[in-house]
């Protein structure tokens, strides 16, 4: 069985087993400054009613990191694209909208216990997720786009 084995095969985990682009406080600086950029564009996304907009930015940030460890652009990604959905709504709230009232009324809608912090919880792990479904079809992709030299 060891013999069907291609030992000079690459990977298809290669791209994670690839050292970091520059020195690790360059990759992580990056990366944040990487997530704050996502956050923003996640907000003013949310803002303007783009509820897609952390799967593109999970796009974006996997195209743009990829030579960066997936283990630092990952958590940076989808934290980014939650909170990046949360300050919209915090900013409705401080305004006076009703948004505890209105995830109450969707939790009993959807047979929930009427719970605004459970379905405003839920909304951000959404918003995660699709920041992270983006950022994985964009590694996915990532060996059919040129990478600079």
Known sequence: MSELVRRDAPSVLAVDDQPSAGRPAESTAAAALGGLAALIVVAAGAAVGFWFAPFGVGVASGL??????????????????????????????????????????????????????????????????????????????????????
């Open 64 to 149: 743009v990191f990829r030579r960066l460890r997936l283990r630092k652009v990952l958590p940076v990604t989808a934290a980014a694209s939650g909170l990046g959905w949360a300050v919209p709504l915090a900013w409705l709230a401080a305004r006076g909208e009703p948004v505890g009232a209105t995830a109450r009324t969707v939790a009993a809608l959807a047979g929930l216990p009427a719970s605004g912090a459970l379905v405003i919880g839920v909304t951000l792990l959404i918003a995660a997720l699709q920041a992270i479904a983006g950022l994985w079809l964009a590694r996915a992709l990532a060996p059919w786009v040129k990478r600079p030299a």
